[in-house]
């Protein structure tokens, strides 16, 4: 079955402890991108990637890293989580970029920093 | 960048009416406008979507509608069901990001 598979589901953590979301798609998609989804804001693009080895930063990219070493996946590092980062996330890749094809969502992943 | 706006925010109908969403872009370049639908705790997923060289598209219950000039579009849903009640986004694209609007929470009244 054609996915894309975020992990983990949920996460509490605390201020200040490193901590890499999971991403993993079987398309063998190009594109890669993560969004975070906030009330009233909808989704905001923090980071992208073209291709493995090419990344790009999006609109929130600040206390966010990312590393594209395989095609299929599309680790999202948070090296000192803050409250603010408090958020639902979801990865979602394409075909090529999201100019004109469908972007297909992760499950997202629940993060809360206390 | 691009900036999306889409009004309302909240939407109630009765069942069997229709429902209309609509959105504003200000990148006169972005050419792809696609409509996602999010249900409750799942994630977004795609329901119809128009290219700039379109003004009109249907898939059954749902239509999108497109005024380059203007620089909106819409979302029509007709017939409404319960299983419509969702989250919908509006999105338009740029270089290489979909810019989102902020969302409309459809409920359907059964």
């Known amino acids: 079955e054609a996915q894309v598979t975020q992990n983990p589901r949920y996460l509490i953590t605390v201020t200040g402890k490193k901590l890499t979301v999971t991403c993993s798609q079987n398309?063998?998609?190009?594109?890669m991108s993560w969004y975070r989804q906030d009330p009233g804001l909808g989704l905001r693009q923090i980071y992208y990637?073209?291709?493995?080895?090419?990344?790009d930063k999006g609109d929130v990219p600040e206390g966010y890293k990312v590393s594209r070493k395989e095609k299929r996946n599309f680790p999202l590092i948070l090296e000192s989580p803050s409250p603010n980062q408090t958020s639902l996330y979801f990865c979602a890749s394409s075909y090529r970029g999201l100019g004109n094809t469908e972007a297909f969502f992760g499950q997202g992943t629940r993060l809360t920093v206390v | 960048g691009e900036n999306v706006e889409q009004h309302p925010s909240t939407l109630s109908v009765q069942e069997g009416d229709s429902a209309v969403i609509k959105c504003t872009y200000s990148d006169s370049a972005s050419n792809y406008f696609p409509w996602y639908k999010q249900e409750l705790g799942k994630r977004p997923q795609l329901i119809i979507d128009i290219r700039s060289n379109v003004g009109e598209k249907k898939d059954q219950r749902i239509a999108v509608t497109l005024n380059k000039t203007a620089k909106h579009f819409s979302l029509h849903i007709t017939e409404t069901q319960p299983e419509d009640s969702a989250v919908y986004f509006c999105a338009a694209t740029g270089a290489n990001n979909l810019f989102f609007g902020t969302g409309t929470r459809l409920t359907v009244i059964p």
């Open positions: 990637s073209m291709n493995v080895e090419v990344t």
């Open positions: 398309m063998n998609h190009e594109y």
